[in-house]
C-alpha cells in the first residue's frame, strides 16, 4: 500500500501537464510543478486558497473556469467530466501574456455518489496553435503569392490566342510567360522546401562539391532574372573544394542573389563572389539596394518575416527565402552572416568548411549589422 502511495505520488509530481486538485467547496489542495509553472503560483502560496485565485482562465467566450456557470462548479455539481479545447490562462502575478490551454475538470469520487473534488489537468497548447498558424500562413502567403503570376499568364496567354501578332510580339509575350513560369517554380520549391525542413525530412548527402561549377551555374542561371540589373562573378581558379551537397548550395547562392535582384533597383550592380582560405570557403552576394535596418536585422532569417518598411512591403515575397538559407547553410556545417547599411545594400556573407576541415568545424548562425 505505501509503494503504490509512492507511485502515485511520483506520477502526479512528474505528469507532464499541469495538475490541480481540488476539495468539494474548490479549495486548492494539491498542484504539481508543471502547474506551479503554468500559473506563476508557488505551491506554499497556492495552498488551501480557491481554485479562483490561481486559476483565472477564460473560453474565448469568456466564460471563466471557476465561475458558478463554470466547468469546475458544473463537474463538481453534476459528477461528469468537462473538457474543454481552447481557453486562455491569464497569470495576474507575473503580467504574462495570457497563455493558450486545452483543459479538462473531471470529478473525484470517495465515498457517495456526490464528488468529494475534482482534478483539473491543463495544457498549454501554444506549440500546437503555432503549428497550425505557420501552416495557415503559409497556405496564405503561398496563395497570395501564386494569384499574381497566374493573373498575368492567364492574361498573357489570352493575348496569344486572341490578337493576331508579330513573331517579335509574340516572342515578347513568350519570354514573360517564361519568366511567370519560373516565379510559379520558385515559389513551390520554396513551399517544399520549407516543408520538408519543418518536418525533419530534408537531409544533407556529403560529398566533395567543385565550388567553381556551382557558382557558375548559379551565374547562368540567374542572368535572366537580372532586368536591367548587372550582376558580376567572381570565381578565382584555385577554389578548394567543400564537402557538402552541390544541390543545397546551389540553392542557397540562388536564393540570395534572387534576393538581391528584388530589392535593388535596375540599373545597380551584385556581385557574387567566392574564395577560399585555411579552414572554409567564403561566398558574399553583395548589392546596391534598399539595405535593412538595424532593428530588422535580429529576425531576418525568421519563417514569414518581412520587414516593416515601405520599400520592402511593396515587394513581392513570402518571407521563406532567407530561412531556407538558413536552414540549409547549418545543414552543411557552416555559417551565415550579414550586414546592411539602410538605403546603401547588403552583404550577405555564407562561408562553408573546406573539404579536408569538415570534421573540425562547428555549425553556428550569426547575424550582425554595421
Not at 540567374?222 to 562573378?233: A, D, E, F, S, Y
Request: charged share 25%.
Amino acid at each position: 500500500m505505501a509503494r503504490e502511495r509512492t507511485l502515485s505520488e511520483q506520477a502526479f509530481e512528474q505528469f507532464p501537464q499541469a495538475l490541480i486538485l481540488v476539495d468539494r467547496e474548490a479549495t486548492v489542495i494539491a498542484l504539481n510543478p508543471v502547474a506551479e509553472r503554468l500559473t506563476g503560483w508557488d505551491r506554499g502560496d497556492a495552498l488551501g486558497r480557491p481554485a479562483a485565485d490561481i486559476l483565472e482562465v477564460r473560453t474565448e467566450t469568456g466564460v471563466n473556469l471557476c465561475a458558478p456557470n463554470g466547468a469546475l462548479r458544473r463537474a463538481l455539481r453534476l459528477g461528469k467530466q468537462i473538457n474543454t479545447h481552447f481557453a486562455y490562462l491569464f497569470r495576474l502575478r507575473t503580467s504574462d501574456d495570457p497563455v493558450r490551454v486545452a483543459y479538462s475538470v473531471s470529478p473525484l469520487h470517495i465515498k457517495g455518489r456526490s464528488p468529494d473534488g475534482a482534478v483539473i489537468v491543463v495544457h498549454d497548447v501554444t506549440p500546437e496553435l503555432e503549428t497550425i498558424e505557420a501552416r495557415d500562413a503559409l497556405m496564405l502567403a503561398a496563395s497570395h503569392e501564386l494569384k499574381t503570376p497566374l493573373t498575368t499568364l492567364k492574361g498573357l496567354s489570352e493575348l496569344l490566342l486572341d490578337f493576331d501578332l508579330s513573331e517579335a510580339q509574340r516572342r515578347e509575350l513568350l519570354q514573360d510567360l517564361h519568366g511567370q513560369a519560373d516565379r510559379m517554380e520558385r515559389l513551390i520549391g520554396d513551399i517544399l522546401s520549407v516543408s520538408r525542413i519543418d518536418s525533419g525530412r530534408i537531409s544533407v548527402d556529403l560529398s566533395r562539391v567543385d565550388v567553381a561549377s556551382v557558382v557558375q551555374h548559379v551565374c547562368d542561371e540567374v542572368r535572366p532574372m537580372l532586368n536591367g540589373r548587372t550582376l558580376k562573378c567572381r570565381i578565382p581558379e584555385d577554389l578548394p573544394a567543400v564537402m557538402g551537397e552541390a544541390r543545397k548550395l546551389h540553392q542557397i547562392l540562388v536564393n540570395l542573389v534572387n534576393n538581391a535582384i528584388k530589392y535593388s533597383e535596375p540599373g545597380t550592380q551584385i556581385t557574387l563572389s567566392a574564395r577560399g582560405d585555411a579552414s572554409a570557403v567564403r561566398f558574399e552576394v553583395s548589392d546596391q539596394g534598399v539595405g535593412i535596418r538595424k532593428e530588422h536585422m535580429p529576425r531576418l532569417f525568421e519563417k514569414f518575416y518581412r520587414a516593416d518598411d515601405p520599400v520592402v512591403r511593396r515587394t513581392s515575397g513570402t518571407g521563406l527565402g532567407l530561412y531556407i538559407v538558413r536552414s540549409l547553410v547549418t545543414m552543411l556545417g557552416g555559417q551565415v552572416h550579414v550586414r546592411s547599411r539602410h538605403g546603401k545594400g547588403t552583404v550577405f556573407t555564407v562561408t562553408v568548411p573546406r573539404a579536408e576541415t569538415t570534421a573540425r568545424t562547428r555549425p553556428r548562425v550569426a547575424v550582425g549589422a554595421h
